[in-house]
């Protein structure tokens, strides 16, 4: 199976900037796509950010679209997240995910988890 660890999480003021990274061990052979998903608390886990390098995909939630940007470095098995211009509304636990499928939205489709990694985004 996979294994999946985030770091890179903190506290930050608005307009502030943190990259998180996720590292992957395991069967990393056999996923195909990794997202990023966020959850604040009382609110239900959402959809920030996937990529699907066998088809050249990249896709962010509209919220997060100019400000941040998901890449993968493939020789280190790491996915990362660079989150600029913070906002308040980013604050939450950021979720990494993979899955043997294309990218998606929903987290119902991903099949492997990291533990997550706090960001905090103070006004």
């Known amino acids: 199976q996979v294994q999946l660890v985030e770091s890179g999480g903190g506290l930050v003021q608005a307009g502030g900037s943190l990259r998180l990274s996720c590292a992957a061990s395991?069967?990393?052979?056999?996923?195909?796509?990794m997202g990023w998903f966020r959850q604040a608390p009382g609110k239900e886990r959402e959809f920030v950010a996937a990529?699907?390098?066998?088809?050249?995909?990249?896709v962010y939630e509209d919220s997060v679209k100019g400000r941040f940007t998901i890449s993968r470095d493939n020789a280190k098995n790491t996915l990362y997240l660079q989150m600029n211009s913070l906002k308040p509304e980013d604050t939450g636990v950021y979720y990494c995910?993979?899955?043997?499928?294309?990218?998606?939205?929903?987290?119902?489709?991903?099949?492997?988890w990291g533990q997550g990694t706090q960001v905090t985004v103070s006004s």
């Open positions: 995910a993979a899955r043997t499928g294309s990218y998606s939205t929903s987290s119902m489709s991903y099949d492997y």
């Open positions: 990529y699907a390098w066998s088809d050249s995909i990249t």
């Open positions: 395991g069967r990393t052979f056999s996923t195909y796509a």
